[in-house]
């Protein structure tokens, strides 16, 4: 076997024909400045060739239900192994997703209390137990005397499959009616049912008018429908159907419950989803009351382990859940089925706990997950698979870790690499480079300056390349020096009891016209802090509502405008480009139309728009490429016959500007088109802007779906600044650091200056060091994550921040070569 990865002749995108290898059953670290090939190489070669060799092995019939890959443009990728992306991807868990159903924890839990739970009353809350038959009568007696009963006796619940010989069973048996999904069939025929399909199938034993004359033959037909259905048996009485479960049975209230399934404890079936919400635990973004956000419905909230019904324990921590489960104790029967459950359950708990995330419940919501988080939700995971022999690529792991826990990812990651896998992480992170068996350095600069290997090897070899800004940045003493510009601010926003999710009802003053970084180790209350009270009630106070999780907000009235600046795209389709979205391309057309053959033949500046049909490829629509259909293939897209790619039609290229056509100009960098334009303020300035903030390798015309969420981020800073004259705006970024090279940082902190001296302000949630160690004030929130966090430990200049001793100031400490005390929790 071999014992390199080798990607020969790789061309996709913008690697320069690159040969690389890489150790197999080894961690590997791929590294570079933004746009320098780093994803191209581990996603759309290494992970994407994986998949699609293992796809091509599958029928033809098999694949066209399947996303199917492009071939990457590479001569040879030899040595490959399966593999596995866990990527960054905040947009795919749905609101039915949470993190029990990702790790599939809930599946074993499920099927622990289907086995090993005790039945409570969903009324009264006592203990249910057996009832004689006495029992059961009297109470039937009491509330039903006079109505006509059908009498069923259960055989098949929520069970896939044809059931033939159960019905033919109960045909020999001399019945004639049975009930199948809830409605009633006469057999014979026996019906045939569809196989893939949830089937409930119940016998009909009889029919009889409940009166005391008639307790005899009520008694004989319970009896023979709990023999039949197992202890159970279904009465349908008028419009009403009522369960009865001799060994759960409740005397007072008069009710039985089923017996238990896994589909019973599943929200996401209509056996155990809450009738309100729906399964979803929230009703107009309100927790639903009637499941208190537990999405179970009453009969599945009924069944418990040692008091706790399954939705309660899913409300618990990591931390708390393997305590609780540890903690259990069975007997008999139950501890022979129970215990190899709970053995794995706490197992896979650990896991998510060892990536740092013992504060997060089993039942937070998918779509709530920070994308470090759920990466790391999705890592857990892949600990908990057992798989070998795999590659698995992850992009940005650290993301989301306060630094005190990247050790812990770091751990996670090597027990992958022990259990004979390789792994390949995309990173910037110098910590985890230092940890990593190999390192690839990819550069020297991103987009078309980039896609070259500048090294390949153990981590301290890099520190001898030259031409490397990787090595540049590691070598560099001011990289590790505190570099606050020490702004005093004057004006702050005063926010008192602050109590969404785990935060302490703590009072916090935020300065304005300053860089504000709020800090604090995962699920330490950050995004509480920042999103769901100050960003939510500055909305609220917008519109006249009054104030949530917040007793008091002041100090608002020296605010313009707050603007949460995200990862999320800037535009959805090809005709959305960076020189649209801010806003330059206006003025590149303007200069067009002025141009005298332009005048000439009568075009404005319309003309020059790919939006429009008058000056578009009428092939293509101004798209410049063609999606192409292809069954049991994966779609491609092709450059347009017609127009070759330049998204105009002919007349129209015909216009040039200083020797270029309109479509040249847009396939430009921004570095080249910055120099092209130097003679224009109205686009020098602008290009200038974005060439600082580390965006020069990006092509004007770039359709918007191809940039990342951090490159989409910066464009839409870069934007605020060119187009943002007045001051007062509070900008709000959560992790700006996402995908960003350390020489990225420095780029990204000159703009925030920037705008800190337009007069606006700038909010940031962030781990980076290098951004911390720059802030004028620094909030620190903790000690820790879930319920021990939500309390402001530090708030204030970062030069006093380092006084203390909390998680924060120590990775600073260190950071900076200071000799750190260990931080108090």
Not at 461 to 487: H, N, Q, W
Not at 723 to 730: D, E, N, Q, V
Request: glycine share 10%; hydrophobic share 40%; aromatic share 6%.
């Amino acid at each position: 076997m071999s014992t390199y990865i080798e990607v020969i002749g790789a061309r996709h995108h913008n690697l320069k024909n690159i040969t690389v290898k890489i150790p197999r059953r080894s961690f590997t670290v791929i590294t570079g400045v933004s746009g320098s090939g780093k994803s191209t190489l581990a996603f759309d070669i290494i992970f994407v060739e994986g998949q699609r060799r293992y796809l091509e092995s599958l029928p033809s019939y098999i694949r066209q239900f399947l996303k199917l890959y492009e071939q990457p443009e590479v001569d040879l990728v030899a040595g490959l192994p399966p593999t596995v992306a866990i990527e960054q991807r905040t947009s795919q868990a749905g609101p039915r997703t949470t993190v029990g159903t990702l790790t599939e924890i809930f599946h074993y839990l499920r099927l622990l209390y289907a086995r090993a739970s005790e039945p409570f009353c969903p009324e009264c809350g006592e203990k249910l137990g057996f009832a004689h038959l006495e029992t059961i009568l009297a109470k039937l007696l009491e509330r039903y005397t006079g109505k006509q009963a059908l009498v069923l006796a259960p055989k098949v619940r929520r069970r896939k499959g044809f059931h033939r010989p159960v019905i033919e069973r109960a045909l020999k048996a001399g019945k004639a009616l049975v009930r199948i999904d809830g409605h009633l069939r006469e057999i014979p025929p026996v019906p045939d049912l569809s196989r893939y399909r949830e089937h409930t199938i119940e016998v009909v034993i009889g029919e009889v008018v409940i009166s005391k004359t008639a307790k005899g033959q009520l008694e004989v037909l319970l009896k023979e429908a709990f023999s039949e259905g197992q202890g159970e048996a279904v009465l349908l009485v008028e419009d009403e159907e009522i369960i009865l479960n001799e060994k759960a049975f409740c005397e007072r209230c008069r009710l039985s419950l089923p017996e238990p399934d896994p589909l019973l404890f599943s929200f996401n079936t209509k056996a155990g989803a809450c009738p309100h919400c729906g399964g979803l635990g929230k009703i107009d973004e309100e927790t639903c009351p009637f499941c208190q956000g537990t999405r179970l419905n009453k009969t599945a909230r009924a069944f418990r382990l040692h008091g706790l019904d399954l939705g309660s324990l899913g409300e618990l921590s990591i931390k708390e859940a393997i305590a609780f489960l540890e903690g259990l104790k069975f007997s008999g029967k139950k501890e022979m089925i129970a215990r190899p459950i709970v053995r794995e359950i706490v197992a896979k708990l650990g896991f998510l706990a060892e990536v740092g995330l013992s504060y997060l419940s089993l039942n937070r919501s998918g779509d709530t997950l920070s994308g470090g988080e759920a990466q790391r939700v999705r890592l857990a995971a892949q600990l908990g698979s057992n798989l070998t022999g795999v590659c698995y690529v992850l992009d940005e792991p650290t993301i989301g870790l306060h630094p005190r826990d990247n050790a812990l990812l770091v751990k996670a990651l090597y027990r992958l690499k022990e259990k004979g896998n390789t792994v390949i992480v995309v990173e910037h992170d110098e910590e985890t480079m230092r940890a990593a068996d190999w390192i690839i350095d990819l550069g020297p600069g991103g987009g078309k300056r980039g896609g070259q290997v500048l090294f390949a090897g153990p981590f301290p070899e890099i520190f001898k390349v030259e031409g490397s800004l990787t090595a540049k940045a590691l070598k560099d003493p001011e990289r590790y020096r505190l570099t606050s510009r020490e702004r005093k601010p004057s004006l702050f926003l005063h926010l008192k009891g602050a109590s969404a999710r785990n935060l302490k009802n703590i009072d916090v003053d935020i300065p304005l016209g300053a860089l504000v970084v709020v800090t604090g180790v995962s699920g330490a209350g950050k995004s509480s802090l920042v999103m769901e009270v100050l960003f939510e009630n500055l909305k609220r106070l917008e519109k006249g509502l009054p104030l949530l999780h917040l007793r008091e907000l002041k100090g608002t009235k020296n605010l313009r405008r707050t603007v949460v600046v995200d990862h999320t795209p800037i535009g959805r389709t090809p005709r959305s480009t960076p020189a649209t979205y801010v806003g330059i391309m206006d003025h590149i057309r303007k200069l067009f139309a002025a141009t005298p053959r332009a005048r000439a033949k009568g075009f404005d500046a319309s003309r020059f728009s790919f939006n429009l049909s008058e000056g578009r490829c009428p092939h293509c629509k101004g798209q410049g490429q063609l999606k192409v259909e292809m069954k049991f293939l994966p779609e491609v897209y092709i450059p347009c016959s017609v127009c070759r790619g330049a998204r105009y039609n002919e007349e129209t290229l015909t216009v040039r500007y200083k020797g270029k056509n309109i479509a040249e100009v847009l396939s430009m960098t921004m570095a080249e088109a910055y120099e092209f334009f130097k003679a224009v303020p109205n686009l020098a300035e602008p290009l200038k802007t974005l060439c600082d903030l580390g965006l020069d390798y990006l092509t004007l015309g770039q359709p918007s779906p191809s940039l990342s969420g951090g490159e989409a981020q910066r464009l839409k800073l870069a934007s605020e600044f060119i187009k943002g004259k007045r001051g007062g705006t509070l900008f709000i970024l959560d992790e700006p650091s996402t995908g960003l090279h350390p020489a990225d940082v420095k780029k990204l902190l000159n703009l925030f200056h920037g705008l800190i001296e337009k007069g606006h302000t700038v909010l940031v949630i962030e781990h980076n060091l290098e951004i911390i160690k720059e802030a004028d004030w620094v909030i620190d929130l903790g000690p820790e994550g879930g319920p021990r966090g939500g309390r402001l430990l530090f708030s204030g200049p970062v030069k006093d921040l380092l006084k203390g001793n909390t998680h924060t100031a120590y990775a600073l400490k260190e950071f900076l070569k200071i000799s750190p005390s260990p931080p108090v929790s």
